[in-house]
């Protein structure tokens, strides 16, 4: 494993790097189903900058790791804190398995569930969101196996084929984090 | 530098000036120090012409002085505003409801943005009075996600739907889509 910060059975986190920053541009234009940054093409220079910016500023507003697989040190996505604010303890979620043939699989879950453990046990946040776009239904079920509880909904968030389609919002405490954590666990032993 | 078209009761909305360094605290985004230094530094970084993200100073009518600060992130369809009060002012519920007064109809009526969305504390009552009284949207109740001393509340998000692109009758509970969908049927 390369510089890891979180590990788990299968995957681990670790930050990401320059060179990631190919990787994250390629999965983005093969995009078909999620519609990364609302399918438009992005830069491989951009993501470099994102990702030199995010260790420019002490304590971070952003967060991303790199997740990979513990067989290869593969990249197959990224999960990242956003907004971080260390005086309320709260941040907004995102994840992302840019590979396709990852997804489905368990390790989307298990990405989340570790980078909540970061949050939560190592920068001591006390709530956490995130949103998902409407007509991405997966993305909506798995947050809520994962114990986020639906916070509401933004109106006509974006418009595609001229029809407006909310966010949907979602929160989630660290106690529900811990008992989700629990139930997640116990269904991979039955597996 | 007040604008004139951003004038409420108590308060008026303008732009950043050189000499705002020099009262930081008050308006700059954040709640750690703010010396002149680094508002400097804020200037030169965030304060760019074509910025999807603005930042106007809240002054007080009567007297010009800097009461709070405002990020407006927004592009053709959607604003985000976030509110920031001088830690000192103890009337800034009634200056966050003077601003959303102001804001809501330069944003939704004359610049006709989709939606734009204003965070608000569950306990900011004079704040909570404006919005609903200005018709905005409670669209999302994030639980816990501020910190008072000794205790914790709720954000609430209310939007202003912009009627002209999302009928009010297709505003809250189920999606928009949904409703279109079923108002086109």
Known sequence: MRNPVMIGERIYLRPEELGDAEVIARHAAEETETFFDRRFPSSQIAHERSIREAYEKEPPEYISFAVCLRENDRYIGLVDLMDIDYVNRTAETGSWIGTPEYRGSGYGPEAKYLLLEYAFDHLQLHVIMSHVWEPNTRSAAAVQRQGYRPAGRSIADDNQAGVWRDALIFDILRDEWLAAREEWRARQRER | ?185
């Open chain 2, 1 to 185: 530098m007040r604008a004139t078209y951003l004038t409420g009761d108590c308060i008026y909305l303008r732009g950043l000036v050189d000499t705002d360094k020099d009262h930081a605290m008050a308006w700059m985004p954040g709640q750690f120090l703010a010396n002149a230094p680094k508002a400097e530094a804020y200037f030169k970084e965030k304060v760019k012409f074509g910025e999807r993200n603005r930042y106007l100073v809240i002054c007080r009518r009567e007297t010009d002085e800097i009461v709070g600060g405002l990020s407006l992130w927004m592009d053709s369809r959607h604003g985000y505003v976030r509110f920031k009060v001088a830690p000192w002012c103890d009337d800034a519920g009634l200056i966050r409801a003077d601003a959303l007064r102001i804001l809501v109809p330069w944003l939704r009526d004359e610049a006709d943005l989709v939606n734009t969305n204003f965070d608000i504390a569950a306990d900011d009552r004079e704040a909570i009075a404006a919005a609903e009284e200005l018709g905005l949207v409670l669209a999302v109740r994030l639980r816990e996600w501020i910190a008072r001393p000794g205790h914790r509340v709720d954000q609430l998000s209310y939007q202003a739907v912009n009627p002209r692109w999302v009928p009010v009758q297709m505003q809250g509970q189920t999606s928009t889509s949904e409703k279109q969908e079923a108002s086109n049927a």
